[in-house]
């Protein structure tokens, strides 16, 4: 397909463990965004990417959570030791070339729970 | 205080009842306005942006517009299928970081056949 794509849909992890989650982003996208949403909340901001250097990670919640993408495409977002409070939806989004003004496009996102 | 507020928090119409949707915005240095359609279980849509006051756009039965403070979605004659969250999100700013949205808390739009 031509969009986003973010696997696996749904994560199920015990508190203390790691996780990876990933993003495809649309073929040639320049930016990357990764979100988190809560139940009956918008999306919240948590790190942006243009190409392979990560511009902004000022939305990262602790520094459990870890960015990257190495080769300008694929993307991957890591929590370590994660907590209760960790579960949400994660969603990617990318736009075409800079990132201002342009609309980002989303994916269907990762279902995070943790128990 | 949130920066971006939506109202009504859910809205319930009958098939062919036109309405609107709220999206007003206290950020200073608007770069655009953008709104989505959010299906459950699946990632926000992208449906217009906007990027001045007096801005107009337009989309089957939905038209979105925008003024200095707040940006309004009308529907005209929805249908059972137009149901789905509407998400307001708003870039602002200057400088380097005027790239992320801020979203508000979305519309819940529920169409009655």
């Known amino acids: 397909g031509a969009g986003v794509s973010q696997s696996p849909r749904y994560k199920v992890a015990k508190r203390g463990q790691d996780v990876a989650l990933r993003c495809d982003p649309i073929s040639g996208h320049v930016s990357l965004f990764w979100y988190q949403q809560a139940l009956g909340q918008g999306p919240e901001f948590l790190t942006y990417?243009?190409?392979?250097?990560?511009?902004?990670k000022s939305g990262l919640p602790s520094d459990r959570f870890f960015a990257e993408r190495p080769e300008g495409s694929v993307s991957t977002l890591k929590i370590q030791r994660t907590q209760q409070e960790d579960s949400a939806v994660y969603l990617c989004?990318?736009?075409?070339?800079?990132?201002?003004?342009?609309?980002?496009?989303f994916g269907d996102g990762t279902r995070l729970s943790i128990l | 205080e949130d920066q971006v507020t939506q109202s009504p928090e859910a809205l319930r119409l009958q098939e062919g009842e036109s309405s609107s949707l709220n999206c007003s915005y206290t950020v200073s240095g608007l770069r655009g306005l953008f709104w989505y359609r959010q299906d459950p279980g699946k990632g926000p849509e992208f449906l217009f942006t906007?990027?001045?006051?007096?801005e107009e756009k337009e989309k089957e039965r939905l038209k979105a517009t925008l003024t200095k403070k707040e940006s309004f979605l009308h529907i005209t004659a929805p249908k059972p299928e137009d149901s789905a969250t509407y998400l307001c999100?708003?870039?602002w700013g200057s400088g380097g970081s005027n790239y992320k949205l801020t979203f508000g808390k979305g519309t819940l739009l529920t169409v009655n056949p």
């Open positions: 990417f243009q190409n392979e250097a990560q511009l902004d």
């Open positions: 989004a990318s736009s075409p070339d800079g990132p201002n003004n342009q609309p980002q496009h």
């Open positions: 999100a708003v870039q």
């Open positions: 906007l990027y001045s006051a007096g």
